[in-house]
């Protein structure tokens, strides 16, 4: 055929080896799609709950020296990288949220840009490998890793470790020296990851499969032997150090079924994106399809060139399921409450790996599909290519529209947060210092998006917008009451299990309902209890 389409089509489904030129070029048109879907919530969006004790921590607690630096972030001494990553990008971007948030999209696209270059050192196809690293990029079900600055921690870990399989499997496919030199690099890139955030950790652990992809059972059970030989010293002091306690055996192995079941309404969104997809017709049509490309595998007779693809294909679907269970191993020790996939807003970010098998299984299933339709026909593999790319451009549009609608309700608590400190300072416009503010009638939350809930949240906000770090300020969440004591006042609520002291002296304690917009100091246990019934929580 002549013209100019078979050439760039043959170009676009080649499969040989990848280099440096075009992951960057990948990496920029990546970061093009995420400027043009995410660009507005750098813009409108802000920080967000851990966000802004973050922030408060270093520009209030930091001092001289690299000890000092890292001094307020001791509380996760236990993953070493953090505690130098999150003051270092306070210390950058400083306490505008906007650097912050474009710093979040790029640590994603580098997330997105280490995983076209495995699948390119895997043999994917170019097209292929960047519609699905594309894919990964807009995924709805984790965005919160994109769209909040504190949750994109996730993302270089994971990128540190998708890069590091890819210098192991270029390891075990290189000879001498070099192969032992990098697979040592690759270990390096993984124990940054683990020290960094330990998301990976549950895949870094099944990493002998991916390495059975380059290289025979022995060769690739030796370098898993050196992987669990390094890392499952760090991993145990990570997790033994951690301040999840891990839940009981028999609450782990209930959250484990949770985490399955709710998988699978997962799997249903991310096949079909538009709508209100149902969980059971959706994933029988996955299965089906399934089903249909190994028998048509199993019919097809061993010489044919479809036969293989076929093979290679329901290959990467089922290694895409055994992505999806590696991304939340090491969320099954943890809060069912609180890690489960379904979870709105903030607390997606349990997917944000998982995602990787989720657009990796649908992606390859529409293949499947092609595959089965097109086989025998000529160009059958072009024919068969458009099917999965249709879908492909299909899904993004779905992933797309989701992700712009979950950015409106980010976006609109990050304006409630900024009406609820724009409130406080028309009513008290120089709070006197050691001053601790208690706001009432406003939202605390939208859809699983916090707008001020914590008790560290609002008192960064507060001591952010005075540069007062001895003001402190405590929202009433639903369920909370307000204490009146002999010498002051204390706020109650769920927060208090954080351990953060949510009391203040008399004199000190100010109740300021934003919605009426009203403000009165509480002076003494009389004026407490006269004062304190007229201030009660939003609604949540």
Known sequence: ARGPFPAIASALLEARRTGAREIALVAALLGALATAVYGTHVAHGGFYND??????????????????????????????????????????????????????????????????????????ERLHAGLIAGLLLLFPASDASRLWAAAATALPAIALYLAGTTVAIRGLRATGRRSFVLHGVALVLYLLS?????????????????????????????????????????????????????????VQAHHAWTIA???????????????????????????????????????????DAARAALRRWLLTAAASVLAVAAGYLTFIPGDPQVYSPLREGQFNRVNVLAAIGYVMLVYSLAMVAGLVAFRGRPRWHLASSSVAVLAGVLLAAGYAQEVRADIAVWDRAAAAQDQVVDTVASLLPDPPHGSVLYTFGHPTSFDGVPVFAASWDLVGAVQTRWTDPSLRG??????????????????????????????????????????????????????????VPGFVPAGG
């Not at 270093?58 to 001094?71: L, N, R, T």
């Not at 079941?261 to 709508?275: H, K, M, N, V």
């Not at 954080?498 to 917009?517: H, T």
């Open 194 to 250: 683990v020290m960094t955030y330990e998301v990976a950790a549950g895949a870094m652990l099944m990493s002998v499969l991916a390495y059975r992809l380059a290289a025979g059972w022995r060769r690739a059970a030796s370098r898993w032997a050196a992987d669990l030989a390094v890392l499952t010293p760090v991993l145990l002091l990570v997790t033994a150090n951690t301040w999840n306690a891990p839940e009981p055996a028999s």
């Open 51 to 124: 966000d802004w004790d973050h922030s408060v921590r270093h520009h209030f607690g930091a001092e001289g020296g690299v000890v000092g630096f890292v001094a307020p972030f001791t509380f996760i001494s236990f993953r070493p990288v953090a505690v130098l990553y999150l003051p270092a990008t306070h210390a950058l971007f400083g306490t505008d949220p906007a650097p912050h948030l474009a710093w979040a999209l790029a640590m994603a696209v580098a997330m997105s840009a280490a995983l076209f270059a495995l699948l390119r050192t895997l043999g994917m």
């Open 474 to 531: 405590f929202p009433a969440i639903p369920g909370t009451t307000m204490a009146c004591g002999a010498t002051g006042v204390d706020m109650r609520n769920d927060n208090a299990e954080y351990g953060d002291s949510q009391a203040a002296p008399y004199g000190s304690a100010y109740l300021i309902d934003v919605a009426a917009r009203r403000i009165a100091r509480v002076d003494d246990a009389a004026s407490c209890a006269a004062l």
């Open 261 to 303: 079941e709710q998988a699978t309404t997962i799997l249903a969104r991310s096949a079909l994106p538009f709508g209100a997809a149902r969980t059971a017709p959706v994933c029988g049509a996955l299965a089906a399809v399934a089903l249909a490309g190994a028998i048509t595998c199993w019919v097809l007779p061993r010489a």
